[in-house]
């Protein structure tokens, strides 16, 4: 089993829908949860960051974590095609090695 | 102005060369990184340089060998390529080793084809 499991899709999802993005973990001294997204032929960029359990909201999108469960997920509302992206869950322990352990990415496609 | 630079975008070269990528970094990151992502989009480091030092060498064939000539840049050679190196090779940075909320900044990737 790897450390971070994430569907990688694709998810195929009409304009405007609300859209949910998720990874699981095994590794319980995991604390930084982070959300890269990936255009293709790009390198990622950081979308969200969040600290221990909770909620992080930044406009149309919504970080969540659950400890206890060992899942995340990234919410996208009022979906635009200009999301159709791969979106990589990655998290890190807060002590120790510093390198996150990223997910494999989920493709999405957000059609008009 | 590009924060994160690679060059080149695209190297197709045959099995057996040895060939170079570069980046730079104007972000004034004291951290930077070789990451190479897979046909099934793995990411997975390859080495991590804090200013000019190596800190973070995994499970790397010898044949792949950074360099840091300063804290804008690292480079990375790979001699005698084989098929399976290719790959997307991304270069990134961080301030402060990745901690807090800075996250990295990748660069666009470097497409190697090795035929």
């Known amino acids: 089993q790897k450390e971070v499991e994430q569907d990688p899709g694709p998810l195929s999802v009409p304009e405007g829908a609300i859209v949910s993005l998720n990874c699981t973990y095994s590794?319980?001294?995991?604390?930084?949860f982070m959300w890269y997204r990936q255009y293709s032929r790009k390198g990622p960029e950081l979308l969200m960051y969040?600290?221990?359990?909770g909620n992080k909201e930044d406009g149309r999108f919504t970080a969540q974590v659950d400890k206890s469960s060992k899942y995340i997920s990234l919410f996208i509302r009022d979906s635009q095609p200009s999301d159709s992206a791969t979106y990589l869950c990655a998290m890190k322990p807060s002590g120790g090695s510093y390198i996150p352990t990223f997910g494999r990415g989920t493709s999405l496609i957000v059609h008009p | 102005d590009t924060a994160v630079s690679q060059t080149p975008k695209y190297l197709v070269t045959q099995m057996g060369n040895d060939k170079s990528i570069k980046c730079e970094q104007n972000l004034g990151h004291d951290t930077m990184y070789w990451y190479k992502q897979d046909s099934k989009k793995f990411l997975k480091i390859m080495f991590s340089y804090n200013n000019k030092e190596l800190i973070i060498n995994e499970t790397v064939p010898n044949r792949f060998s950074p360099k840091s000539p300063d804290k804008a840049h690292l480079n990375l050679h790979i001699n005698s390529l084989e098929l399976g190196d290719s790959a997307v090779y991304f270069c990134a940075s961080s301030q402060d080793q990745g901690f807090a909320d800075y996250g990295y900044t990748f660069g666009s990737g470097t497409r190697l084809t090795v035929v």
């Open positions: 969040t600290y221990s359990s």
């Open positions: 590794n319980s001294a995991f604390q930084y």
